[in-house]
T-cell receptor
Framework: AQKVTQAQTEISVVEKEDVTLDCVYETRDTTYYLFWYKQPPSGELVFLIR??????QNEISGRYSWNFQKSTSSFNFTITASQVVDSAVYFCALSEAGSNDYKLSFGAGTTVTVRA | DSGVTQTPKHLITATGQRVTLRCSPRSGDLSVYWYQQSLDQGLQFLIQ???????AKGNILERFSAQQFPDLHSELNLSSLELGDSALYFC?????????????FGPGTRLTVL
């Protein structure tokens, strides 16, 4: 069963527009961690944020912000005032503390294209 | 730069061959994970090692094997290669396993099987 769903396959915006990426997860664990990674065209996976299930505070880092809502099992990511360098594939991932491997279960990714 | 290194960056080989992918974790990290990224399967967990011991297996084929050496570097061996094994193979490392720690990814090895 898909544990992480990123319903948006592709999003295209013009520079300076805001863009919000949706992530919905599914788990029976009470303790779990959520992550976002960025994969630019060069191919590497860049860590953006880690959030545990007990910390529902929203977080802001520069132009990036994250909204964690346990009630709807969502961990959405917003890029404010997007720039061309934000063009990448963004992955949401889940790791369950009750598992024996702590592997990351990734969503399918959302491709963001920022046009100048 | 995550501090995780992977070699080679690209690998082109033929069906039926065997290849070895190498990964050096970040300094101080004890846990190594291998993932495969393909167009049809997305990012899939293959196998995990912690301080030299295998800890978990995911969707890893029997033709694939891995190990983590005393210096903590890891190798992923892929044998009897098929066209469908063409993918980007990532190694990731973390300091500890629990609670789920941040995994930092290497640049990946792009494998092309012809």
């Amino acid at each position: 069963a898909q544990k992480v769903t990123q319903a948006q396959t592709e999003i295209s915006v013009v520079e300076k527009e805001d863009v919000t990426l949706d992530c919905v997860y599914e788990t029976r664990d009470t303790t779990y961690y959520l992550f976002w990674y960025k994969q630019p065209p060069s191919g590497e996976l860049v860590f953006l944020i880690r959030r545990n299930s007990f910390d529902e505070q929203n977080e802001i880092s520069g132009r990036y912000s994250w909204n964690f809502q346990k009630s709807t099992s969502s961990f959405n990511f917003t890029i404010t005032a997007s720039q061309v360098v934000d063009s990448a594939v963004y992955f949401c991932a889940l790791s369950e503390a009750g598992s024996n491997d702590y592997k990351l279960s990734f969503g399918a990714g959302t491709t963001v294209t920022v046009r100048a | 730069d995550s501090g995780v290194t992977q070699t080679p960056k690209h690998l082109i080989t033929a069906t039926g061959q065997r290849v070895t992918l190498r990964c050096s974790p970040r300094s101080g990290d004890l846990s190594v994970y291998w993932y495969q990224q393909s167009l049809d399967q997305g990012l899939q967990f293959l196998i995990q090692y912690y301080n030299g011991e295998e800890r978990a297996k995911g969707n890893i084929l029997e033709r694939f094997s891995a190990q983590q050496f005393p210096d903590l570097h890891s190798e992923l061996n892929l044998s009897s290669l098929e066209l469908g094994d063409s993918a980007l193979y990532f190694c990731a490392s973390s300091f500890r396993m629990e609670p789920p720690d941040t995994q930092y990814f290497g640049p990946g090895t792009r494998l092309t099987v012809l």
